[in-house]
Antibody, heavy 124, light 112 residues
Framework: EVQLVESGGGLVQPGRSLRLSCVAS????????MHWVRQAPGKGLEWVSG????????AYADSVKGRFTISRDNAKRSLYLQMTSLRVDDMALYYC?????????????????WGQGTMVTVSS | QSILTQPPSMSGAPGQRVTISCTGN?????????VHWYQQLPGTAPKLLIY???NRPSGVPDRFSGSKSGTSASLAITGLQPEDEADYYC????????????FGGGTRLTVL
């Protein structure tokens, strides 16, 4: 069974940084792209960032480009999201999701599996 | 304003058939990008319901089906059940947004 467990969320002041983590199990982590998707309170879903199975390809939504960095450690079966210069509109539940098999282009595959999310609250 | 447009809410009685639309443009659905659908039950994480326009992952009942035509896609639910009450999101890829996966704004389905 695929399991994705996020951590690292919390309360942070605007302009500060936070690092999210996601530990995966139940599948060959090093063969799949991974993504972060967020959901602001009471709002819809927004794709944030994706990374290919070998970290060779990354992509970001325009809303976070230059502020967020996605990375992964296949040996630790872990996905990360380093968030800097956080803004109030970054406040959301951040989901770790499993993408496509050996997906390089990070374009067409769906988000096959989802974690339960970790909440990021940005407030002074 | 979402790139993909869905009706904010829909409702239906148990046993009925409902269809949720997802309208895009020539940069996403109309460009041939596949459409995927997710179901989010209250208080839970989204779950993949339909992938690549009309395919069901293992375990998804065949009451759920998807279709795509031109710049739009649809999710149909037949034999509506109380447990189908949830938010439904379509998702695709938009070539005009420099490599961005995009979601519809979501449709809240109420089972009367």
């Amino acid at each position: 069974e695929v399991q994705l467990v996020e951590s690292g969320g919390g309360l942070v002041q605007p302009g500060r940084s936070l690092r999210l983590s996601c530990v995966a199990s139940g599948f060959r982590f090093d063969e799949y792209s991974m993504h972060w998707v967020r959901q602001a309170p009471g709002k819809g879903l927004e794709w944030v960032s994706g990374i290919s199975w070998n970290s060779g390809s990354v992509a970001y939504a325009d809303s976070v480009k230059g502020r967020f960095t996605i990375s992964r450690d296949n040996a630790k079966r872990s996905l990360y999201l380093q968030m800097t210069s956080l803004r109030v509109d970054d406040m959301a539940l951040y989901y770790c999701t499993k993408g496509g098999y050996f997906d390089w282009f990070l374009q067409t595959d769906p988000f096959y599996n989802w974690g339960q999310g970790t909440m990021v609250t940005v407030s002074s | 304003q979402s790139i993909l447009t869905q009706p904010p809410s829909m409702s239906g009685a148990p046993g009925q058939r409902v269809t949720i639309s997802c309208t895009g443009n020539t940069s996403n659905i109309g460009a041939g990008s596949d459409v995927h659908w997710y179901q989010q039950l209250p208080g839970t994480a989204p779950k993949l319901l339909i992938y690549d326009n009309n395919n069901r992952p293992s375990g998804v009942p065949d009451r759920f089906s998807g279709s795509k035509s031109g710049t739009s896609a649809s999710l149909a639910i037949t034999g509506l059940q109380p447990e189908d009450e949830a938010d439904y999101y379509c998702q695709s890829y938009d070539s005009s947004l420099r490599g961005s996966k995009v979601f519809g704004g979501g449709t809240r389905l109420t089972v009367l």
